[in-house]
């Protein structure tokens, strides 16, 4: 790995642009799965953002109004129940859409946390940098 700022900063530029073509395919999953099944759905697939990150999660409503929950479709009761509830054709449509959920959430997290530690390490050069230049 190179540590010069150019190659770094070019670094930086493609790790975001591909975190950029990341989301596209976050929000278009989101939107396929609502054009693949017809509402009411038991659960359904939406962007969550965190603050820190955004995941593409699982949703389902709640039992008090206005109110949904997120929930892990392989790694909680819930999700297990919904699955078991599902014929087996919705069954395969679920698991293939938490599929492809797992590997974008993956892969954007790998650029989301790369593009950040980028970040702080060029700044931090640059001040320091600037601290060399003043002493």
Known sequence: MSWRTRSLQRRLADTKAERDKIEDAMRKLVDQFKQTLRPPWPAHLTLHNTGNSQYVRWRIQAKQPGKQNYFELLQSNTGISLLNALSPTVRQIYLEFE?????????????HYEVRSLERYLDGARRLSAIKRGV
Request: proline content about 0%; aromatic content about 16%.
């Open 99 to 111: 599929q492809e959920r797992l590997q974008l959430n993956f892969l954007y997290g790998l650029h």
